[in-house]
């Protein structure tokens, strides 16, 4: 079992920017944040796989920057120009299987999340 503690969460205005973490217990190949905004379902924003190679859902790109430090299994979202749309509930995800993408089905752990709120 891989336990997932997210931090970093907060209130800001919008135009802001955030750097959320998520310390896991264990080291995992694929690392992923996702969103759920309130009333929607939880989407993908940024993943990090075995091989280093990082993806990121359109509404993050040239905005968030996703990075990981193995040393520490952490995993950081440095969250820059936020929006509104941007609020809501930011969950780290893991799983250790080959194939990694941004549908939160593929994940095995779960952090209890860090709530966002950007206001304008």
């Known amino acids: 079992q891989v336990h997932l503690v997210e931090s970093g969460g907060g209130s800001v205005q919008a135009g802001g920017s955030l750097r959320l973490s998520c310390v896991a217990s264990q080291y995992t190949h694929n690392m992923a944040w996702f969103h759920q905004a309130p009333g929607k379902e939880r989407e993908g924003v940024a993943l990090i796989d075995r091989a280093d190679a990082i993806t990121y859902a359109d509404s993050a790109k040239g905005r968030f920057t996703l990075s990981r430090d193995i040393a520490k299994n952490t995993l950081y979202l440095q969250m820059n120009r936020l929006k509104s749309e941007d609020t809501g509930m930011y969950y780290c995800?893991?799983?250790?299987?080959?194939?990694?993408?941004?549908?939160?089905?593929?994940?095995?752990?779960w952090g209890q999340g860090t709530q966002v709120t950007v206001s304008s």
């Open positions: 995800a893991a799983h250790n299987a080959i194939h990694a993408g941004l549908d939160r089905i593929q994940y095995d752990y």
